[in-house]
């Protein structure tokens, strides 16, 4: 498990570790081995009593849903350590081998790998004051033995070009550093104040934290020797791009890359002071990859959306004088996307039947979706498609529709919802809100998941599921400004008056709400 010797204590820990893991799952997590050091009498144990960190508060925290709980029942597996614990290990075996340190590796040493590795059971270490340097400290309390270097009266001397090198690389990791700070800044006040996004904010602000403790790893007495703003010579050297910003998108897109671009910077130079820094800040920079890509996919999907609140899903069963006179009243009253759903048709029926209402929806101007079926949407032309949870993914959807068509999903939980807008969907039904005629659920998210949406995601939502003229009202009260519905207006005999009624409910409602928010403003 360790290449170097463990003291008995360390060794019983991690043979608990694997215990408590086998008797639930079948890794071994850093979380594990913080549970199993609370539980042996250790050095490591009582720094951590010293912190007010117990052995409830471990188990409430890191194992709510009873995972290896102690005192579990089952039979252990044998279960094999994750790539995180292997982390740890290496850590406690590098703090070991430091000048002043042991030879064997003891429960402290584990206890200071915990601190050093991302993971749960880190974050509760930090929440509770202990990092490595706390950890260090105890342990020297404890042993008497310190960590700090030897004093010598033998002075080594830096050959100048390494110190210069090193003294550069810190004045790079300054500068792309501050970068990247501001670039984030830019991108998480659009989601703030633009998109009124809660949820896209609230991602950037997470991310914004783990790049600052990512750095805390680089001393900041050193950027700051190194930071030498006066001599800089890329001050005074500027583009016409540079100050030339159209639009708000602009703005963003241009912050986006500044982020990216300093990361690689900070990737690349990290290396130099530690090869695990340089890969931490790899990931950080994949991660602002797909933060870009949904802020502008929101943004970009607002814009197609705008205006288009009534969505209307076809199912012929459910229209009172057949499909297409249910489809063309539709039109005719205003509706702005049609999606035909029709799961019996023969598929050159249906295709047959798409590009009839490809047809109509174009001399409108209205949008049409196929449902479920990508590759039909593709021959007919269709302007998007859209997919349930238990069918393609966005994903595998848009390998097949391509970039410049829509792609809409279901959602029944917010949690759907969040992963919708990271799987790069356009647009997201959000239900069922009410029992309908055209799917069975045995739970129904109501109208508490269109209040959850309408709080913090911008993304275009469709408030979708046994809506009518009736209800409409109280989904909009809900903060919906989009509803998708089927038999309330197919199964009407006069579809286009049951459509401008809806419509112009929701249109009513969402001018009351802008005029509310413009004399709030004014008022401010």
């Known amino acids: 498990m360790l290449s170097a010797e463990t003291t008995p204590g360390a060794a019983r820990t991690l043979r608990l570790a694997m215990e408590l893991a086998g008797r639930h799952r079948r890794d071994v997590e850093p979380e594990h081995l913080l549970l199993a050091l609370v539980q042996d009498e250790s050095r490591a144990a009582n720094i951590i009593t010293r ?62 790998g915990l601190t050093k590795v991302e993971s749960p059971a880190r974050v509760l270490l930090l929440e509770f004051q202990l990092d490595s340097d706390a950890v260090t400290a105890r342990a020297a309390e404890q042993t008497g033995v310190s960590t700090a270097p030897l004093p010598t009266e033998v002075l080594l001397s830096i050959p100048t070009a390494v110190s ?82 159209h639009t708000i998108l602009d703005v963003v897109r241009a912050a986006c890359k500044r982020v990216q671009e300093a990361l690689r910077t900070l990737e690349e130079y990290g290396k130099i002071l530690d090869p695990a820094l340089g890969e931490r800040l790899g990931r950080l920079r994949y991660e602002s990859y797909t933060l870009e890509k949904a802020l502008l996919v929101t943004h970009s999907a607002r814009d197609r959306l705008h205006d288009r609140d009534l969505y209307l899903l076809v199912t012929e069963d459910l229209c009172h004088h057949g499909s297409g006179p249910a489809i063309r009243g539709a039109l005719d009253g205003g509706v702005s996307i049609i999606q035909i759903r029709e799961k019996s048709l023969p598929d050159r029926q249906l295709l047959e039947h798409a590009r009839r209402v490809r047809d109509w929806t174009r001399e409108t101007g209205a949008l049409f979706i196929m449902n479920d079926r990508p590759d039909l949407a593709v021959l007919c032309d269709a302007d998007g498609v859209h997919v349930g949870q238990d069918e393609l993914t966005v994903h595998d959807a848009r390998r097949i529709v391509g970039p410049n068509k829509l792609v809409g999903v279901s959602t029944h939980t917010i949690e759907q919802a969040r992963q919708a807008v990271f799987d790069g969907a356009d647009y997201i039904g959000v239900g069922p809100v009410f029992p309908s005629q055209t799917k069975c659920f045995e739970q129904f998210p109501g109208l508490e998941f269109v209040r959850q949406v309408a709080s913090e995601i911008a993304l275009p939502a469709f408030a979708i599921g046994g809506i009518n003229s009736e209800n409409v009202e109280q989904v909009l009260a809900a903060g919906s400004t989009r509803v998708a519905v089927s038999s309330a207006i197919c199964g009407d005999a006069v579809p286009d008056e049951v459509a401008r009624r809806m419509l112009d409910c929701i249109q009513s409602v969402v001018t009351r709400r802008g005029d509310a928010a413009t004399r709030r403003h004014e008022e401010s």
């Not at 081998?97 to 042991?102: D, V």
């Not at 090198?165 to 990247?180: E, F, Q, S, V, W």
């Not at 984030?184 to 783990?210: C, G, I, P, Y």
């Open 164 to 245: 210069s090198g090193l003294n550069d690389a810190y004045r790079i990791i300054d500068a792309a550093a501050n970068r990247a700070r501001e670039g984030v800044r830019v991108m998480e006040d659009f989601a703030r104040f633009s998109l009124n996004d809660s949820h896209l904010t609230e991602r950037l602000k997470q991310w914004r934290h783990r790049f600052a403790e990512t750095l805390r790893e680089v001393s900041d007495s050193q950027l700051l020797h190194a930071r030498d703003t006066q001599h800089d010579v890329g001050t005074e050297i500027h583009t016409p791009f540079e100050a030339t910003r």
């Open 51 to 112: 912190h007010a960190l117990t052995l409830a508060v471990i188990e409430s925290r890191l194992f709510a849903n009873g995972d290896c709980a102690t005192g579990a029942a089952g039979s252990p597996t044998a279960p094999e350590l994750s790539e995180r614990t292997h982390k740890v290990l290496h850590e406690a075996q590098q703090f070991a081998a430091a000048p002043g340190g042991y030879v064997e590796v003891a429960t402290e040493h584990l206890l200071w």
